[in-house]
């Protein structure tokens, strides 16, 4: 029993704190996007899931296609400096 309560607790405090990190994610509008597509100081990654990605007919020129499996080349290609757009859907 306290294993199980010890095990709770852990998964309610990182819950909690996942809640305070995310409250520093600014969400974009579509309109502040389309209004900031050829900007150079963001990048656009496109996050959906390879179905997603594959099966659908709209794409965002300029996006960089970001899946965990090729992590290293994306992050290593975008500035630094640059705000990050992420989509999904």
């Known amino acids: 029993m306290k294993k ?5 607790f852990a998964c309610l405090l990182l819950s909690a704190i996942s809640l305070l990190a995310a409250a520093d994610v600014q969400f974009m509008s579509t309109e502040e996007l389309k209004g ?6 963001i990048s656009i990654l496109d996050v959906r899931s390879e179905r ?9 020129p ?5 899946t965990w499996d090729n992590f ?4 290593a290609s975008l500035p630094k400096d640059n705000k990050l757009v992420l989509y999904c859907s």
């Open 4 to 8: 199980t309560l010890g095990l709770l």
């Open 36 to 41: 900031n597509l050829n900007a150079e100081n």
């Open 52 to 60: 997603g990605w594959s099966n659908s007919e709209v794409k965002i």
């Open 62 to 66: 300029g996006a960089v296609r970001a």
């Open 72 to 75: 290293d080349e994306w992050s």
